[in-house]
């Protein structure tokens, strides 16, 4: 049967919610990691002054092509992430945090993809453009540290109006060989409860929920007074729904979109990642070259590599810092994914979400940073403004795409930081 295009801007423009909490929580890693207190590496001792740091970050994604797509509008989300941690010592051998994180977000996004009428490469039809959607995220944070180690614990609600998740865990590091090796690990759990917006029409489920487990164990060893090395390897099973209740994968066994399909992938997955990373400190320019790969791979046969390299030059006895970045990402496609489908699969799973398809992509962007001691009243403040640029293509795969998927993002995002220890 021919599909029915229903003229319905409402239910159209929630198409994309789904995929937003990605991209949200790995803008919050990014910008968070800028910020001395939010790390949970300090197990040399806890924090000795009342810290408090706030971070303002703007993403935007590059407007899709008119010739790309079939359906809705072109404009795609812009993201603004406002983050504020404060934190303080407990006692002499404890601290604790508090981490805020508001997000606001408008914008259309990828709902389904389909065959180019005129036998070209396959167009995406995209939501409509939606009102300004929030987020809220709060955490707290709290570490014991002993002679040689240090044991953390987390817990967090996350919501918006239609998403809730309830997470925890513990985290800790032990020191031995003088402190010249480091051994970590980590566990942590998440309830996530799903209520899609005008929930039970249109194929989309009422309510449902998910649960995930994670674990992490690593490895950090000095090699000499300049070079470390640190290796780590997690592994997280998801079980529940995992589907996006926002999108459809198109039925086209000629060429034509005859039907649509609610998007519907495996109930569980399970993910394992491998991080090695090698700091080298160059002394004679007051430098240091850190250069990341990460390995991927999980039970949707979905394998990734990430190459990152950062260089930072430090300048006046380090009180300015720019750190120009590079990365590399390459991945294969989810074994169910298809950008539209011949026929329906004799499993019942389908899904056209560029982010199972086979991509890759180069960011690439720059860090400056500055630090000012005993200012506004003897507290020292660290003041950053970080830029990166995202380019993503299917030609950029390490493996050749058969069909590239038009839905993929090329994104600018800016954020900036201050730090202050009272």
Not at 49 to 73: C, Q, R
Request: charged fraction near 25%.
């Amino acid at each position: 049967m021919k599909i029915v295009r229903v003229n319905n801007r409402k239910a159209r423009r929630r198409a994309g919610r789904g995929r937003r909490r990605t991209i949200l929580a790995s803008l919050s890693s990014a910008a968070l990691a800028l910020l001395g207190t939010t790390t949970d590496s300090r197990a040399d001792g806890p924090v000795e002054k009342i810290e408090a740091a706030y971070a303002f970050s703007f993403y935007s994604e590059d407007s899709i092509k008119e010739s790309n797509t079939s359906l809705g509008d072109t404009s795609r989300y812009e993201i603004e992430t406002q983050q504020v941690t404060v934190a303080g010592p407990l006692t002499d051998r404890s601290d604790v945090a508090f981490d805020f994180i508001y997000e606001s977000m408008s914008g259309a996004t990828p709902w389904f993809v389909e065959p180019d009428p005129s036998g070209g490469q396959p167009v995406q039809a995209m939501s409509g453009a939606t009102v300004t959607e929030k987020r809220y995220d709060g955490a707290l944070r709290g570490n014991y540290y002993f002679d040689n180690a240090r044991a953390g614990a987390h817990f967090g609600v996350s919501g918006e109006n239609d998403y809730l998740a309830i997470y925890s865990g513990v985290n800790g590091e032990y020191h031995l060989n003088e402190k010249n090796t480091t051994l970590s690990g980590g566990l942590s759990f998440s309830i996530d409860e799903i209520k899609p917006t005008e929930g039970g029409t249109d194929g989309r489920i009422k309510s449902d929920e998910k649960q995930s487990v994670s674990l992490n164990g690593g490895f950090s060893q000095i090699l000499d007074r300049s070079t470390t090395l640190q290796t780590s390897i997690s592994y997280k099973h998801s079980t529940g729904f995992l589907s996006d209740p926002y999108k459809k994968a198109c039925i086209a066994p000629n060429a034509t979109c005859t039907d649509l399909l609610v998007d519907n992938r495996p109930d569980t997955r399970n993910q394992v990642a491998w991080l090695t990373q090698v700091r080298k400190h160059f002394e004679f320019i007051d430098a240091s070259l850190h250069a990341n790969y990460r390995f991927h791979y999980d039970d949707w046969k979905l394998t990734s590599h990430t190459f990152e390299v950062e260089w930072f030059q430090n300048f006046f006895d380090d009180l300015v810092q720019v750190v120009p970045t590079l990365r590399y990402y390459s991945q294969s496609q989810a074994y169910f994914y298809e950008p539209f489908y011949l026929s329906e699969r004799s499993d019942g799973l389908a899904s056209s979400d560029y982010r199972l398809s086979p991509y890759g992509s180069f960011s690439f962007g720059a860090k400056v940073q500055m630090r000012m001691e005993d200012w506004l009243g003897s507290s020292d403040w660290r003041l950053a403004i970080n830029y990166e640029r995202h380019l993503a293509d299917a030609d950029f795969a390490l493996s050749k795409a058969k069909v590239k998927n038009p839905g993929l993002v090329n994104f600018h995002f800016v954020y900036v930081t201050a730090d202050i220890k009272f």
